[in-house]
């Protein structure tokens, strides 16, 4: 069992085009997880919680446009953003969730802070009023909506048709974090603006606890993918379950869900890490945008499969 904190992070799954995968597409991509691991780093190698460090990690990701979280966010079927995001402590399976945000900054905070209260999951402009409530920074729904989202969703707009946000080359995911913090506790939070002309009001898996993310004492799971599949068969969950009722390792467990997701034809893909330290970074689309850091070591990023790239 290591004592050493362990943090991940993923920036979604999909298709980026090639272009992007070599320098200096690809740069900012492994920055931005680099920054986000070292935001969470530094809150574990303190001592702090793994909630707290997920949550840090995510608000990176969430202030990055390139990532469909956040300012960024995918585009619904009328143009708008709508945001999701939520988190679970492992420790007290204390959750917090969002549906369908539209001027929280940083949907992770809201779903934080609803953790400390009794209810787990709040909706729309209910959410929004809470945060405020609360004091958390507010913005105009604008502030979400970046010209590159507007470019990708007039590819699709007034058809039928959507897609995972980064499966047209443009841009890259949802985001997530898993931590496992010096006292061996877990957390994992998700936060996402869901599928590029998704119906408005559409939910996929992010914000369903069990679905898109999970924490117990055993282990913490944030995916990413095609969330109507995820949440058909509350894919972090049933890895939980694999982990701790047969007893697989993180990477066996994760790898057998995730062929059920793709029998459901559900593309994507999850970070996962288990109580003795142990992190599976499964997908089944050609790339997830991904990292990891353990104790003070350096960020390490990975887009392709089998990499794995130190930013020093
Ligand atoms: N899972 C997200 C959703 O379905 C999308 C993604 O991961 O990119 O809303």
Redo the contacts with the bound molecule.
Sequence with gaps: VSERPLLAVHG???DLASHRLRHPGRQPYEQALARALRAGQSILIRGGNAVRAVTAAVTVLEDDELF?AGRGA?LCADGSAEL?ASVMSGRTLRVGAMVGLKRVKNPVLGAALLMRHAHGLLYGGHGDDYAAQAGLEMVSPDYFVTRMRVLQWRKLRGSRRIA???SDGMSQ??VGAVARDRRGYLAAATS?G??VN?LPGR????PVIGA?TWADRNCAIS??????A?ARIAFARRVADMIELLGLPPEQASGRVLAEVAQVKGR?GCIAVDATGRLSTPFNTKQMLRGWVVGRGNPVVAILPGESVEVV
């Design positions: 979604g799954a999909g469909n995918a999701c995972l946000d980064h995911g949802t996402t869901g599928l998704q939910v996929g898996d992010t898109g995916a990413t993918g095609k969330g109507d995820f994507g």
